[in-house]
């Protein structure tokens, strides 16, 4: 039984992790996040009461977890505030005891949301990504540039006006200038940092140091991925990416510890493939099959509400985000969206110029001219809902699930068939 387990998205994030996490939280005495911020959109649905998180991990509806933010992920403190009202509100208890945020955490800023916005409105521009406009890749960008304001600084009333008063300099030459958008104010910034700040200070803790502890005494832990492989900032189909390291192996630099030597790597993956944003998307269905994708998988972002790209499962970049993310174990989600349809595609490769692709090139333009191989295997017209054994599946659902497991040398763990917490089919144990 692994002290550790590992969460990530195995495509291009919205896989459905967060009830994954849910899942396996039930054995783990800690949830952690390592990256990303409240881009992400957890739908958690308890008792048939529907919950969305983007930034505290979604193990608090356990009322025995305790949930951390490390370094690796960018904070930003308003939507953070807004999050713990709701789970009070909702009856969560102890948030105080069981959420820690780490002093090392990089801060959302206004000017990063503004900068943000201001870069993917811009008319006529080129290079749009279509970001969740959250603010995530400028502040992501002032971490790497140094100019990065950190919850700590929230504590060092002088450090922290120097700092935003730089910052502001530069920020409102780029919104008013270059970009043509409204300037920011510095003096009321700084006002309402002084209120978040004192807000905050119950949640600050040296996570690493935290963690650390707990790891050498056996505590079980979750990482909780953001996103997913295929959004990663190197790995991912750049530039059309998130600003973070979406890979298991950012789970031990974003939270400053060294992962249990007994960690295992679970991938999510959709029974299908989604995107949200721009960017190449091969096995994308342009017609009433991806449109009844969206509808029957409620396909619409769970942060910005955008309708999700749709298109049948992709096993070259499932095959890619194994390898570039050490991932050998599985988690499938949505398979009941696929109940009732005839006939279901799994593409296997891709052409290019009368070229056989294999893997995800690094030139993301050829990835947008490729063509996708398919193997066309029989649907399943079971409702999925009340199965809660291996042994009560489908045989055509099987029959997808080992074609996915011969193709790409995965082993599945866990089949998830619902919204709901107990739609879950368990096929190996994680812990
Ligand atoms: P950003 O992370 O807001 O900068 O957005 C960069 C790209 O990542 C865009 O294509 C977003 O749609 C995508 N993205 C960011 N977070 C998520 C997520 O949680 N799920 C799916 N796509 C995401």
């Known amino acids: 039984m692994p002290q550790g387990v590992v969460i990530i998205g195995g495509q291009w994030g919205d896989e459905g992790k967060g009830k994954i996490v849910d899942y396996y939280t039930m054995k783990a005495d800690l949830v952690c996040r390592f990256q990303g911020g409240n881009n992400a959109g957890h739908t958690l649905v308890v008792d048939g009461k529907q919950t969305i998180l983007h930034l505290i991990p979604s193990g608090i509806l356990h009322p025995h977890a305790r949930c951390l933010i490390g370094s690796g992920v960018v904070v930003d403190p308003e939507i953070f505030l807004q999050e713990i009202s709701v789970l009070k509100k909702a009856g969560v208890s102890k948030l105080e005891e069981r959420i820690f945020l780490s002093d090392r955490a990089h801060l959302i800023m206004d000017y990063h949301k503004s900068l943000d916005a201001a870069r993917e409105g811009r008319k006529g521009g080129s290079g749009k990504i279509g970001t969740t406009k959250r603010g995530i890749g400028p502040a992501y960008e002032d971490r790497a540039s140094r100019r990065g304001v950190r919850v700590a600084d929230l504590y060092n009333e002088s450090a922290f006006t120097e700092k935003v008063k730089n910052n502001f300099e530069e920020k409102n030459f780029l919104l008013e200038k270059y970009y043509g958008a409204p300037a920011c104010s510095v003096e009321k910034l700084i006002e309402k940092y002084r209120e978040i700040a004192k807000q905050l200070k119950p949640y600050v803790k040296d996570v690493s140091a935290y963690l650390s502890d707990e790891i050498n005494k056996g505590s079980k832990i979750l990482f909780e991925g953001a996103q997913g492989v295929l959004l990663d900032v190197d790995y991912g189909t750049y530039p059309y990416v998130t600003s973070s390291h979406t890979l298991p192996s950012q789970a031990a630099l974003g ?62 970049s499932v095959k890619y985000s194994m390898r570039v993310s050490g991932m050998k174990n599985l988690a ?69 699930l080992k074609f996915i497991e011969e193709k790409t040398g995965a082993r599945f763990h866990l089949v998830s068939t619902g919204a709901g917490r107990e739609a879950v089919i368990n096929i190996h144990d994680a812990f």
């Open 332 to 400: 499938i989600t949505k398979a009941d969206v696929l109940s009732g349809i005839d006939e279901l595609k799994i593409c296997t490769h891709y052409m290019h110029k009368g070229q056989r692709i294999d893997t995800f090139p690094a030139d993301t333009s050829i990835l947008s001219e490729v063509t996708p191989v398919y193997e066309t295997l029989p649907g399943w017209k079971e409702d999925l809902k009340g199965i809660r054994t291996a042994n009560d599946m489908p045989k055509n659902l099987v029959n997808y």
């Open 255 to 316: 939270l400053g510890v060294r992962i249990p030597v007994d960690t295992l790597f679970i991938g999510v993956i959709k029974a299908y493939s989604t995107r949200v944003g721009e960017g190449p998307f091969p096995t994308e269905l342009n017609d009433a099959m991806g449109e009844k994708l969206r509808e029957t998988g409620h396909e619409y972002g769970a942060t910005t509400g955008r309708p999700r790209r749709c298109g049948w499962l992709d096993l070259v």
